[in-house]
């Protein structure tokens, strides 16, 4: 018998096992497993049995179910604001040549001002310095004219006509005194009972004052006896702190009357500006 190499002469040759311990301890790092058991006989130094290696199955993937899309809450739209007031506006020429030419005389002394378009039926704020400082719409005389009655300050309200019922045009020092129920409102001209405040309480609802206030048009805004009357947030905020300590110039525009009838010094600052280069 020829000897193996590696094993002395007339040795005999022994097998080499390795423990099946070993095996089973070692297939798992392989990837392997050994499916079949050891059988006794086996156990005991049986020969051995050639047992298959194989594979462990590969897992199969869990089927997932998709998720339902949870409907998407639509965002809330805002709210279109209330219109509270009439649209803005544009000076009208005439009301934009009074206030250019105030402003570059001088003529308000240093004084805080008010500018009074009748037929746009709107107020134009300014500080003393000429600054703007707000608009708002009016409500003035019913009857369309730019002169008062002679006579009318001294007249009840039950005894004026409706062709007495203006508001004249013209420039006012205006100033703060006192009225009927010892209240103080802003005097344009004593002397013939017109005076700018809010919407007096006492306002007959059939007159539908506010309504006509806050209507998109000038039209309805001839309601009034003559006096000037404004909205009570734009008067105590704006008006009455400006006026309330030395008082102010109201211009009012006309309603027929040349501009430059009720306001001559106008024709003076159109000549300078017609010589100007």
């Known amino acids: 018998m020829r000897a193996r190499a590696?094993?002395?002469?007339?040795?005999?040759?022994?097998?080499?096992?390795?423990?099946?311990?070993?095996?089973?301890?070692l297939l798992p790092c392989a990837g392997l497993v050994l499916p079949v058991a050891v059988s006794a006989q086996a156990a005991h130094g049986a020969p051995a049995v050639k047992h298959r290696l194989t594979k462990p199955p590969a897992a199969k993937p869990?089927?997932?179910?998709?998720?339902?899309?949870?409907?998407?809450?639509?965002?809330?739209?805002?709210?279109?604001?209330?219109?509270?007031?009439?649209?803005?506006?544009?000076?009208?020429?005439?009301?934009t040549r009074v206030a250019d030419w105030i402003a570059a005389s001088g003529d308000n002394r240093a004084l805080p001002y008010i500018i009074i378009d009748k037929q746009a039926a709107s107020l134009f704020l300014f500080d003393a310095q000429g600054k703007p400082l707000g608009r708002a719409p009016v409500l003035i005389g019913v009857a369309v004219g730019d002169d008062a009655t002679p006579g009318i300050g001294s007249k009840n309200l039950a005894e004026i006509g409706p062709a007495e019922k203006t508001t004249p045009a013209g420039r006012f020092?205006?100033?703060?005194?006192?009225?009927?129920?010892?209240?103080?409102?802003?005097?344009?001209?004593?002397a013939?009972?017109?005076?700018?405040?809010?919407?007096?309480?006492g306002a007959k609802p059939k007159e539908r004052r506010r309504q006509r206030m806050l209507s998109p048009t000038p039209d309805d805004n001839r309601i009034t006896f003559g006096c000037i009357n404004v909205p009570s947030a734009f008067y105590s905020k704006s008006v009455r702190p400006l006026f309330?300590?030395?008082?102010?110039?109201v211009y009012v525009l006309p309603d027929t009357k040349p501009l430059e009838a009720v306001f001559p010094l106008l024709l003076a600052q159109g000549s300078v500006n017609s010589a100007a280069p």
């Open 244 to 249: 309330l300590k030395k008082g102010g110039y």
């Open 6 to 25: 590696g094993t002395p002469r007339g040795a005999t040759a022994v097998p080499f096992r390795v423990p099946r311990a070993l095996i089973a301890a």
């Open 62 to 95: 869990r089927a997932v179910k998709p998720r339902a899309a949870k409907p998407r809450t639509p965002a809330a739209s805002p709210a279109p604001a209330a219109s509270a007031a009439p649209e803005e506006v544009s000076p009208s020429p005439a009301a």
């Open 173 to 190: 020092l205006a100033k703060f005194g006192l009225a009927f129920g010892r209240e103080r409102i802003l005097w344009v001209d004593f």
């Open 192 to 201: 013939t009972s017109v005076a700018l405040h809010p919407i007096p309480p």
